[in-house]
C-alpha cells in the first residue's frame, strides 16, 4: 500500500493536467488539511509544482498542483536482440536526448551491458548531464523478467542471460535504483500513459517484430501475471506445419512473425515465384523485412500475400483474445507494424470475422503512434512508478528515498 | 476512490484473522490516530467487532477488530438456464439457508423473476428472516452484464432477457441495493475468496457446465474487461467441424460442453457403438449427464472417450490461456467438472503438453471446492463489496448506507 503522500503524488502524476487541493481530496478520500500536509510535503521535495491558472469560484484563484516534468532525469534502456535504445527522459517521460546502437545478445549479459554503458556514459557527457541528475534507471529485456528481482527467467532467445544480476551491473555505476521488465510490457505501459489510450483502461499492446508477444494493461493497470509472463500470444496455435523453436508445431510466431516471413519469402524467391525477391536474395545473399516493405510498395504479389497471411494468422489469434480479454483497444507495435494499412487491415478483417460481437462492439485496433519510442517511453514511467512505490515500501515520507 | 473509512473496513473484511490498530495503518498507510477515528465510526455502526485475543507485546492485550458477520443478510440469487438457487448469507458470506428450484429462462424475465421472488419470500418466511435484516441482493445471471446497470447486454442464451432492468424488479420489493453481474464471474469471486485460492492473486475459474466459461481474478481483483464480457473462452477455436450457434465452426462451446457431450453420447448410441447408452436412449428417450457419470462408473468405452475428449479440448485452449494470462491456479467447476479424475487429468495433459514450461512451472489445475455454491457465495461476497463502494461514492462516511 502507498503513503498518503505517495498517494497524493501519484494522483497529481497521472492526472492530464493540475489539480487543486479540492480535486486531489475527491479523488484520494483523503482531508482537505490532511492533503495540504502532502502538497507542502511533496513542495519542499520539489516533486511538484504550484501554478495560480485555476478557475476561480468567486474569490481567489485556488492553487494548483502538477509535476515538476524536470525535477530529475530518468534512464531508460530498450534491449532487443540485435539493437539497444538508450534515453534521457523527464519526469513526463519525454525524451530529451536518445541514442541507437547494434548490439548481439548472444554476446551475454557482461558484453551487452558493458556496451550499452558506454552508450549511456557517451549520450550523458554529449550533453552534459551529471549522474546525480538521473534518479532512477528503467530498463526493458526481450525475455521474461521475475519483476521484483529484476533477473531474466529462462529467457529463450537471451543465451546466458538466465537469472542475472541486471540491477547489481547498473548499481556499480549509478547510486539510483534499477528497475527490469519485459520489453513489451514497457512498451504497452508507454503507449497506455503517453500514446494512444483513448481514455480506455483496458488495452492490448501486441509487438510484431521477429517475435510475437503482447503487453496488458487491465483496469488502468500493467497486468504481469503470476511469474511475469503474462502476454505471451506467440505460442497460440494458429495450425501452421511448420516447427517453433519451443518445441511445438502450429505457433503463430514460427507462422507470422518477421522472421517467419522473411524465411518463407527466400522459400518462394528461389522457387521463382517472385522475381523481385529473387533479384534481392541474388544481390543481398537473403532477404530482410526491409525488402518485403518495399516489395509491398512494388506491388510484389508475393510480398503481399505474405505479409496478408501473417495479419490473418495473428489477427485468427487476437480474435480468441478479445473474447476472452474484452479490451477497449489492441495497439500494434513492433517491426512488422510498419508495414502499414494492408497489415492492419489483415488483422481487423480476420478479428471482427472471428471475434463476438459483443466484444467488438467498441473495440479499436489502431497502429502504435510512439513507434519504436514506446520501449523508452514506458520504461521512463514505470520507473518514476517504481520510485514512488518504493519511497512507500522503506516507510519514508518523503521522495526521492 | 474509497473513501478512508471504507478503505478501513475492507481492509478488515478482506482479512483471514481480526487486525489490530497498529496493523491497519500499516496495511493502510493511514496514521494510528486516523485508523481509530474510523475503527470508533465503524463500531459505532456495529459493522465491526472488538476481541481482546491479539498478542501481547508487554503491556495489556492490544484490542482486535473484525467483520461482524451478523450485521445483516445478504440474498443471492444464482440463475441458470435450467435452475435458480436463492441463498441468505451472513455477512462472512456463509449460507444460511437455501432453496434450489427449477425454471425455464426462456419464459422471459417477468415470469422467472416472479418464480424466484415467491421462492426468496418462501424461503424468509420458512426461517423467519424479515425483510429488513437484509442488507444487499446479489444475482448471477448466466450472459453478458453490464455491470453499472445490471441490464443483460445482448445474452444469446436468454431469450427476452436483453437490457431488462432487474434492479427495478427488485426494488419493488426490497428497500436495499441490488447488483447483477454474470454467473461466472461470481463462481470466480467465490472460489476466490472463499474456496481454492491457496493465497494467489492469479485465478482463473472455468465452468464447464452446458456452455463454457471463465471469470478471472487477476492481482487480487475481478476483471470484467471493456464491456462485461471477459472470461469468455467458449468459441476459442479448436478445429472441430461441428457447427456452434454463434456461426462459426470449431468453437470451444460446440466441441465440449455439456450440450456438446450429450448430442455426440446419443448418435453414438444410435449409431451401434455402446450398448450401455443404447439401453439408455431406448429406456428414457435421451442421454443427460447424469448418463455420463453413470457410464464412466460402468467403465462405458464411449462415455470414457467423450469425457476424454472434452478434457482435452478444454485442456488445448486452457494452455493458450495459460500462456498468455499466467495464473497460478485453474479452478474447474460446473456440472461437468463433477465427472470427476479422468475429466480433471485429460484437462492438465493437455495443459502440460501445450504452454509453456515457465507459464506452468508454479501452476495449480484443481476441481473447485466450493461446487455448486461458488455463484451464491460469490455473488454475496460481490453484493458487500458494492455496498462497500457504494457508501463511498455518495459520499457518506457511514455503513451502511
Not at 527467467?153 to 548499481?171: E, L, R, T, V
Not at 536474395?281 to 512494388?298: D, F, M, P, S, Y
Request: charge should be neutral; glycine fraction near 12%; charged fraction near 15%.
Amino acid at each position: 500500500v502507498l503513503s498518503m503522500t505517495a498517494q497524493v503524488l501519484q494522483i497529481i502524476r497521472r492526472a492530464g493536467s493540475p489539480l487543486s487541493k479540492a480535486e486531489i481530496a475527491t479523488q484520494t478520500g483523503i482531508s482537505l488539511s490532511a492533503v495540504s500536509d502532502h502538497i507542502e510535503r511533496l513542495l519542499v521535495q520539489n516533486i511538484i509544482v504550484a501554478s495560480n491558472i485555476g478557475v476561480s469560484s468567486g474569490g481567489r484563484k485556488p492553487k494548483q498542483y502538477s509535476l515538476n516534468a524536470g525535477f530529475g532525469c530518468i534512464l531508460s534502456v530498450e534491449m532487443g536482440t540485435a539493437h539497444a535504445q538508450v534515453a534521457l527522459t523527464d519526469f513526463d517521460c519525454r525524451i530529451l536526448f536518445m541514442k541507437t546502437s547494434s548490439i548481439r545478445i548472444d554476446e551475454g549479459p557482461e558484453a551487452v551491458l558493458n556496451h550499452i554503458y558506454t552508450m549511456v556514459k557517451q549520450l550523458m557527457e554529449d550533453n552534459g548531464i551529471e549522474k546525480v541528475s538521473v534518479k532512477g534507471i528503467g530498463m526493458g529485456i526481450p525475455g521474461p523478467v521475475e519483476f521484483s528481482t529484476g533477473r531474466p527467467i529462462s529467457p529463450p532467445i537471451m543465451p546466458g542471460w538466465d537469472g542475472y544480476p541486471i540491477k547489481s551491473f547498473w548499481s556499480a555505476f549509478f547510486e539510483c535504483p534499477c528497475y527490469v521488465d519485459n520489453d513489451v510490457n514497457n512498451m504497452a505501459l508507454g503507449e497506455y500513459s503517453k500514446g494512444l489510450s483513448f481514455g480506455t483502461n483496458n488495452m492490448i499492446y501486441v509487438k510484431v517484430g521477429t517475435g510475437i508477444g503482447s503487453g496488458l494493461i487491465y483496469d488502468g493497470r500493467l497486468y504481469r501475471g503470476a511469474t511475469g509472463g503474462a502476454g505471451d500470444i506467440g505460442h497460440f496455435d494458429v495450425g501452421s506445419p511448420v516447427m517453433c523453436w519451443c518445441g511445438n508445431k502450429g505457433c503463430l510466431e514460427a507462422a507470422a512473425g518477421g522472421k517467419a516471413i522473411v524465411t518463407k519469402a527466400q522459400e518462394m524467391a528461389l522457387a521463382g515465384k517472385s522475381e523481385y525477391l529473387l533479384q534481392i536474395v541474388q544481390e543481398k545473399g537473403t532477404v530482410g523485412v526491409e525488402h518485403i516493405e518495399a516489395g509491398l510498395l512494388r506491388l510484389d504479389p508475393v510480398s503481399i500475400e505474405l505479409v496478408r497471411e501473417s495479419g490473418s494468422a495473428i489477427g485468427r489469434v487476437l480474435a480468441a483474445i478479445v473474447n476472452f480479454s474484452n479490451p477497449s483497444l489492441i495497439s500494434i507495435g513492433g517491426r512488422v507494424s510498419e508495414f502499414g494499412d494492408l497489415f492492419l487491415a489483415a488483422i481487423r478483417q480476420s478479428v471482427y470475422h472471428r471475434s463476438l460481437p459483443l466484444a467488438t462492439r467498441n473495440l479499436v485496433i489502431n497502429k502504435s503512434v510512439l513507434g519504436s519510442s514506446a520501449g523508452v517511453i514506458g520504461g521512463a514511467f514505470m520507473t518514476i512508478d517504481q520510485l514512488i512505490i518504493q519511497a512507500t515500501d522503506e516507510k519514508v515520507e518523503t521522495f526521492p528515498i
